[in-house]
């Protein structure tokens, strides 16, 4: 029996492309859904003040929270991209495969980031809004602008970043 499990430990072995292409999911994956959470954390929110009349006014300076959420997912899931990119070309096996490997990695890292980040934005920061507001009141709204363009920034930089590298590099240091 002994020597039946020690046959079938060396005969099976994962292919070092499917292995590395295996660990740059896994590293982008969790580094982003780091991103996303510490993107939920510092995400800014609106302040809905309750009027004397029953309405409700935005508070002065916080008008522009959605928008500058917005910008601290772009430019946290960006760095995270550079960062991915370099770490994969400096450490991975190089090649066109792996480039866009690595960009379709960090694509859905960025969509991970951002769901992960709603989330735990709403959850930390969103007040829920009671039945019968009295003036005065001031609610912390989450108003998330949609991702759009912004989900693309972080892989676009990763390619360009690992492209840039290939450029400058050895073209013997390529296994594709």
Same mark, same amino acid.
């Given at each position: 029996m002994a020597s039946r499990s020690s046959e079938?430990?060396?005969?099976?072995?994962?292919?070092?492309?499917?292995?590395? /292409?295996?660990?740059?999911? $896994?590293?982008?994956? @969790?580094?982003?859904?780091? #991103? !996303?959470v510490l993107w939920g954390v510092i995400h800014p929110t609106s302040e809905l003040v309750v009027a004397a009349g029953g309405g409700a006014d935005i508070a002065p300076g916080t008008e522009? /929270?959605?928008?500058?959420? $917005?910008?601290?997912? @772009?430019?946290?899931?960006? #760095? !995270?991209?550079?960062?991915?990119?370099?770490?994969?070309?400096?450490t991975r096996m190089r090649g066109l495969l792996m480039m866009l490997w690595t960009t379709l990695a960090v694509l859905?890292?960025?969509?991970?980031?951002?769901?992960?980040? @709603?989330?735990?934005?709403?959850?930390?920061?969103?007040?829920?809004?009671?039945?019968?507001?009295?003036?005065?009141?001031?609610f912390h709204i989450l108003d998330a602008a949609g991702p759009s363009v912004g989900m693309v920034v972080a892989p676009a930089l990763a390619l360009i970043v690992y492209w840039m590298a290939a450029t400058f590099a050895d073209p013997e240091d390529f296994e594709d």
């Open positions: 079938l430990s060396r005969t099976f072995k994962i292919p070092r492309p499917i292995g590395e /292409a295996a660990q740059v999911l $896994f590293i982008t994956l @969790v580094s982003f859904l780091l #991103l !996303g522009d /929270a959605s928008f500058r959420g $917005f910008t601290y997912y @772009v430019a946290l899931t960006a #760095l !995270g991209g550079i960062a991915v990119a370099l770490w994969a070309f400096r859905w890292g960025a969509v991970a980031a951002w769901a992960v980040g @709603v989330s735990v934005a709403e959850r930390l920061h969103a007040d829920p809004l009671p039945e019968h507001p009295q003036a005065g009141d001031v």
